[in-house]
């Protein structure tokens, strides 16, 4: 079906080129709510509800371990993780390779 068809067959439809909406939504919101307000106003009770998870011996053992972590990742942050690179050249050769670097874009 071409472009025509479908623009005459549904109503309303936006011209080509035009925004239905030209100011768009607001930064941060979804359907006219703040999500990232809303997640922090329900933090205590998502925190209450990990630990309520985490110790509940009812719950699956996989929930409580994912619950268990969440918490500790959020009380003392992910656990660095090591990186181990191997390379021929020297760092300091691989510094000076770079040099001037957005002069030869």
């Known amino acids: 079906m071409n472009q025509a068809l479908i623009a005459a067959s549904v109503p309303h439809r936006f011209k080509p080129g035009k925004s239905g909406n030209p100011k768009g939504r607001p930064p941060g919101s979804r359907n006219g709510v703040d999500v990232r307000k809303l997640a922090k106003e329900l933090t205590v009770e998502a925190i209450e509800k990990l630990i309520s998870v985490a110790r509940n011996k009812k719950s699956p053992a ?20 090591q990186l181990e690179v191997q390379s021929t050249r020297a760092v300091s050769e691989r510094i000076e390779s770079w040099e001037g670097f957005p002069n030869r874009l």
């Open 62 to 81: 996989a929930a409580r371990v994912v619950a268990a972590v969440a918490l500790l990742d959020r009380g003392w942050g992910r656990p660095m993780q």
